[in-house]
């Protein structure tokens, strides 16, 4: 069965493309106001005055019936990343995710997370267009912390167990480095592509 959605062209903007989520929540929206309007109506008994009703109920029912989906649908992308992956890191009781976010302001929208049983920390990255530049290397350090290597030298050494993010500063030494892969794009998802993988190591240069 299809899922059901709605498509709202914005013209050179582009389509706005509503799941089914937010389908529902215009149907159910525009159901409301309209029984809401219509009890209104039955109790006016002044001809005029239900004639502007109507008219009130024509204009503000297919306004506030695409206002509210959209309001949610830029609350949601606040909330919910649009693109998510998360690692085990070997040995350390914690996980290391990348998120990317759909924002609307000067804020990239990526983010790195690192879990453990103590609670979770997000550190912002700095690095802009994850649509097009996703991928970020991950490389796990002797001492049991990890670097994070992301475009443009927008690079961290985690420590998870403290849940901490050091800028990784440019002449770090990196011989006692292991590549353990790298978060990337398949099939229009973010994944994590370990180092074992044929690709991710031509990637890498091994």
């Not at 009703?53 to 949610?72: D, K, N, Q, Y």
Request: aromatic share 10%; hydrophobic share 50%.
């Amino acid at each position: 069965m299809q899922a059901m959605s709605l498509q709202i062209n914005l013209g050179d903007t582009g389509v706005l493309i509503l799941d089914e989520q937010s389908t529902s929540i215009v149907i159910v929206s525009a159901v409301g106001i309209a029984v809401l309007l219509i009890l209104i109506l039955t109790r006016v008994q002044r001809t005029k005055a239900r004639l502007l009703l109507v008219a009130l109920v024509l204009i503000t029912v297919p306004i506030l019936a695409l206002c509210i989906p959209a309001s949610w649908y830029v609350v949601r992308s606040m909330f919910i990343p649009a693109k998510a992956a998360e690692i085990a890191l070997p040995d350390l009781e914690a996980t290391l995710g990348l998120e990317f976010y759909l924002h609307w302001s000067t804020d990239s929208g990526r983010y790195l997370i690192i879990r453990n049983s103590a609670g979770a920390v997000r550190q912002h990255m700095s690095a802009f267009d994850w649509a097009h530049w996703p991928r970020t290397s991950v490389y796990l350090i002797n001492d049991g912390r990890v670097a994070v290597l992301g475009p443009t030298y927008d690079d961290y050494i985690v420590d998870p167990k403290r849940r901490t993010f050091e800028t990784l500063w440019n002449g770090t030494p990196s011989d006692t480095w292991t590549y353990f892969g790298a978060f990337d794009f398949r099939n229009e998802k973010l994944v994590f592509i370990p180092a074992s993988n044929s690709a991710s190591a031509r990637l890498h240069g091994a």
